[in-house]
């Protein structure tokens, strides 16, 4: 049986979470509207219809909340500080409430021993600053190198561990190129400039907390997923390595100081052409404490010629008859093995903290009790694969589980349960579930 003791005395567990997904108060204390809050606003754009605004009520709630953190035995909590609670127009004048806000939930977490550990940009952009463009904008690296100075001096004397951005592949690509998560643009005219001005916010936010905050342990965090050919054909091998590029080399390493991975997609080599992004090399490059990983499935693909510039196309789980969550992510332990070795690979990158990793389930509260068995199994497997990666001697140091209650899934709405707590979104009354407790079983020897 698998045990927290397993990892050794110095590893650390913690619990994930985001602002825009649990805070609520969208338009209250001084906050002023994030992207999210205005894509949320348009009809068919969110499952069900369904609205950010309360949350979890997070904003109100959140001594009770940290204090379940603390009854379920995590030593570390992962938040992010929203943007525009910060700085209403995304840059200029401060909102002294949404300081305060900052300082009061630090302060809850350390008086219960809890670390904080603090992502600058879990996707909320100000919208005031996506009215004059976003990440497309090159006007984005100033504003954004300003609020990274007000967090890190107003916190840096409290706060020492920090994550720049998270998944940046993620708000790139879903956002800026798909269209299907906030803002909903869509093309690689505004996939290509996103790109560029994200690489350069990572290095450049931790140069930033690198200078002004005493013994700070700096991170940025990357979605990652092992990229399975269909078949040993040319055609899906090659579509295999052109996903690879996007969705695990993309951001990492230009922060190692290897630019974008243009030879081997030539999409990228026109980018890179474009763009003159070889100039802006080392203003990429950052030597982080820690990579963070998230890891939720593979993703198996094959050639498609229909498919506009990646031809590519995911072959699904369940068509492939392999065991899947509710949002359909193949549940493959194996992969989160080997895709962490992948990283682990890159002779720069000194330490790895799994930063993400859960499962959404249809869970059902009966008799004030929430049976996940599934969930329990799935935490069970990897993190098996987990110990078995660190006992090879790979740099692991940290693991933190999506996540701390159901929330506000992004363009899944409230219909995706990821939490290892149940929320009643009309009540926010919290329920620990069987994996909630099975975690605090699991950390009681940690």
Known sequence: MIKASDFGPDFLWGIATAAAQIEGTATQYGKGPSIWDTFTAKSGKIKKNHKLDPACDFYHRYAEDVALVKYLGFKVFRFSIAWSRILPSGRGEVNQEGIRFYHNLIDECLTHGITPYVTLYHWDLPQALEDEGGWTSFSINAAFNAFVSICALEYGDKVKNWIVLNEPFGYTSLGYMLGIHAPGKTGLSNFFPAILHTALAQAEGGKILRAQVANANIGTTYSCSEIIPYTDSDNDVLAAKRIDCLMNRLFVEPTLGMGFPTADWDVLEKFQIEYGTWRLQERMKFDFD?????????????????????????????????????????????????????????????????????????????????????????????????????????????????????????????????????????????????????????????
């Open 290 to 446: 820690f990579i963070g990983l998230q890891n939720y499935f593979p993703l198996t693909v094959k050639y498609n010629a229909f498919i506009p510039v990646i031809q590519a196309w995911e072959v699904k789980a369940k068509s492939r008859k392999k065991p899947h969550t509710t949002m359909g992510w193949e549940i493959n332990a194996d992969s989160f093995y080997n895709i962490v070795k992948k990283f682990a690979a890159y002779p720069a990158i000194k330490n790895i903290i799994i930063t993400e990793n859960g499962a959404a389930y249809h869970d059902k509260l009966s008799d004030k009790r929430v049976e996940d068995p599934e969930r329990i199994e799935y935490f069970k497997l990897y993190l098996s694969a987990l110990l078995k990666l660190k006992n090879e001697g790979i740099n692991v140091t940290g693991y933190m589980a999506w996540t701390l209650m159901d929330n506000f899934e992004w363009a899944e709405g409230f219909t995706a349960r990821f939490g290892l707590i149940y929320n009643d979104f009309k009540t926010q009354e919290r329920t620990i579930k069987d994996s909630g407790y099975w975690w605090k079983e699991f950390l009681k020897y940690s």
